[in-house]
């Protein structure tokens, strides 16, 4: 399983960047803290009824989440599902949509995700990324790190930054400053 956590944000963000000079990168690397919860209109579960309401803690994903399950299938090992769904993260400066692709083991109290970016608002439209999460439940909380690549296509004013290296790992703030502009 190590494998995989470490192969997989490095394969999210060779596919998150797009090109050279195509996007602005941010770096993501935060607590996301949720807890199974009723679901909502602004995130249905239809077919599952499983969903998370939490927080992600720092940086340009700093905000509120809902995430809501559209499968949970389970394995061969019985303590094991795979489950599917969206993962909306609502901050100052946007929503970002997000499609999880996840492994819940109930007999180890633990989760991991691959995650696409698929859609956003506000500093977010536009963006392209992946993620991984992973962490620990118990009960009906769960406390993990969320970490990967989040790019922005560049708007008109971007041109102007002469310094942009490609891998601009500062954006979060441009992101967080941008609802204040």
Known sequence: MRLVSTAAPALGLALASGGAGAARCTAIDATIATTLSPCSAH??????????????????????????????????????????GNLIITTRSGTLTIRDRGVLDLGKGAYFEFQTVVAGTGAFQGAKGMLTSQGQFAGASFLGSVTGKVCRPRRRHDHDRDHDDGDD?????????????
């Open 169 to 181: 790992d500062h954006d979060s703030a441009d992101a967080e400053g941008s609802a204040r502009e």
């Open 43 to 84: 995130n249905p579960s239809p077919t599952v009824g499983l969903c998370t309401m939490g927080t992600v803690s720092s940086g340009a994903l700093a905000g509120t989440t809902s995430f809501a399950a559209a499968t949970f299938t389970p394995t061969h090992v019985e303590t094991v599902f795979h489950y599917t």
